[in-house]
């Protein structure tokens, strides 16, 4: 799963002109309301009373596999937030009375869920994930977690045997290049073959949704 990586946006918030305080993409770019995807927002805190709940997060939460995987299927929003105060326009949907805090936001906008500080927890995350994707796409979140991770093993595994190759290249005292140049091309083979599974997949699922926008 180290294959994985949060694309978090920082997107710069409109928060004032046009802004409706029950839609949180009225203050984004068009990217967001265009995307057809909930949001999961994860507003963060530099304060050192809450560096345990963000080491906690960041350390498990956002490394549980259910979350990571899951997250590819939302808009990625991160934000400090101890600048985001009670006067915000958007303070019913972002805001709470802890930090670190996790928001998740629908298709259209709205807030489906929250959870903060020492609540957060990786099951409690991916439950509003499941609840907001549940609205957008037709194969249920658990589904796609469940069919990634197979592809995802998969990739792990021929990566492994590329390792186990290089050593083996690199500790022998006998030239083979003509059966390594084999190994590797069956190797590289088998990743595009995988590789082109999941791009299929990942566009079915993006593709097959129960809403076309917001």
Same mark, same amino acid.
Do not use: C
């Given at each position: /799963?180290?294959? &994985? ?9 409109? +928060? ?7 839609? =949180? ?5 068009? $990217?967001?309301? $265009?995307?057809?995807?909930?949001? =999961? ?5 530099? =304060? ?7 080491? *906690?997060?960041?350390? !498990? ?11 590819? /299927?939302? *808009?990625? =929003?991160?934000?400090?937030? *101890?600048?985001?105060?009670?006067? *915000?326009?958007?303070?019913? #949907? ?12 629908d298709h @259209? ?10 609540? &957060? @927890? ?6 509003? /994930?499941?609840?907001?994707a549940s609205?957008?796409?037709? $194969?249920?979140?658990?589904? &796609? ?7 995802? $093993?998969? #990739?792990?595994? #021929?990566e492994a ?9 690199? +500790? @022998?005292? !006998? ?40």
């Amino acid at each position: /799963m180290a294959r &994985i990586e949060y694309k978090w946006d920082d997107a710069k918030f409109n +928060s004032y002109e046009g802004a409706n305080p029950e839609n =949180l993409y009225s203050a984004l770019p068009d $990217t967001y309301k $265009t995307a057809g995807k909930p949001t =999961l927002v994860f507003l963060t805190s530099d =304060l050192a009373d809450d560096a345990q709940y963000m080491k *906690n997060i960041e350390g !498990t939460t956002l490394m549980d596999e259910n979350v990571q995987i899951g997250a590819g /299927m939302f *808009n990625q =929003l991160k934000m400090n937030g *101890n600048k985001v105060k009670d006067t *915000n326009p958007f303070w019913k #949907i972002l805001g709470g009375k802890s930090l670190p805090r996790m928001v998740v936001v629908d298709h @259209s906008g709205a807030k489906v869920g929250a959870v903060e500080a020492q609540d &957060i @927890s990786p099951s409690k995350v991916f439950g509003l /994930m499941k609840r907001a994707a549940s609205k957008v796409y037709k $194969t249920d979140l658990e589904a &796609i977690v469940k069919e990634s991770k197979t592809i995802l $093993t998969e #990739i792990d595994q #021929i990566e492994a045997k590329r390792a186990a190759l290089a050593t083996k290249k690199a +500790s @022998s005292t !006998t030239q083979k290049e003509s059966e390594w140049a084999k190994e590797e091309a069956a190797l590289n083979e088998q990743m595009k073959a995988v590789e082109a599974r999941d791009l299929a997949l990942k566009k079915k699922w993006n593709e097959d949704k129960k809403v076309t926008k917001a």
